[in-house]
């Protein structure tokens, strides 16, 4: 058993420590007028089950120690002035069952760590702040009881995730095509394959093979030749290569769809 020092400042500018023990499962810090902690020493608690930091002054919060505290049941950090907060240290938390965030000025809230909360029953947090999804999966049908309750908010906060990765991954795609456009002549097949965002040279092999031969492009001995002057910055340019990006469009959606 260790004695393990907490640290912190008050709104005062009083400087805060407090003495634990390394097997304390409970640890109520609500009510200290605290503005900052160091829960670093946390990370030695792995029966800490309760702990409360509510009714203080915290703006921020880093909940990377509670990693190790693999016993953790209940977080109250409702009635605090949090206006961001990282979720993802309690994804490993998986007893879990109580998360208050309640009386915080927090704007967005990512909760897809939490899905493998798998005990989380009750969350709680103001009906202002906006509900993220940052992650490319979601099992509806999975989700703890405690993120049952934002099923709709959830699915929803997912697919607009899904939405601006595709269309982050799109822009990115046409940034590179409009470069390879500008800068090359001819280009190996693996390689563009990778600037693209290909799963393999084979795809885009098949994609090219598909492409109609107004767009000047040929491929021979694993090589991608441009025929066409695509390098001008006129708008037929812009046409052309907008529709080169449809039609890669069109493929991969086709090929997904052959996969499944």
């Known amino acids: 058993m260790k004695e393990l020092v907490l640290e912190g400042k008050k709104a005062t500018g009083e400087r805060f420590r407090k003495t634990i023990k390394s097997t304390k499962a409970s640890l109520y810090l609500k009510r200290r007028k605290l503005v900052s902690l160091d829960l670093s020493p946390l990370e030695q608690c792995n029966k800490l089950q309760t702990f409360s930091l509510s009714q203080n002054r ?43 965030l309640r009386n915080n000025p927090l704007s967005a809230i990512d909760l897809s760590s939490l899905a493998s909360c798998s005990q989380l029953s009750l969350l709680s947090f ?17 989700l703890p009881r405690g993120l049952q ?42 390689r563009m394959s990778r600037l693209l965002a290909f799963e393999n040279s084979d795809l885009l092999f098949d994609w090219l093979l598909d492409l ?41 959606k086709s090929h997904r769809e052959t996969k499944v």
Not at 212 to 218: K, N, T, V
């Open 149 to 190: 309750t934002y099923r709709e908010e959830i699915q929803r906060a997912w697919k607009q995730h899904t939405a601006r990765q595709k269309q982050g991954t799109r822009t990115q795609r046409s940034e590179k095509l409009r470069m390879i456009l500008k800068k090359c002549q001819e280009m190996s097949l693996e």
């Open 58 to 100: 915290l703006t921020s919060i880093d909940l990377h120690p509670l990693e190790k505290c693999s016993a953790l049941q209940g977080l109250f950090l409702n009635d605090n002035q949090l206006t961001d907060i990282n979720l993802i240290p309690l994804q490993r938390c998986f007893q879990l069952k109580i998360l208050d």
């Open 126 to 142: 103001d009906s202002s702040t906006t509900i993220r999804w940052e992650k490319p999966s979601l099992a509806l049908n999975k």
């Open 212 to 252: 109609p031969e107004e767009y000047g492009i040929q491929i021979k001995d694993e090589k991608v030749f441009f025929t066409k002057d695509l390098q001008s910055k006129s708008s037929e340019t812009e046409a052309a290569i907008s529709s080169l990006l449809e039609k890669f469009e069109e493929f991969e």
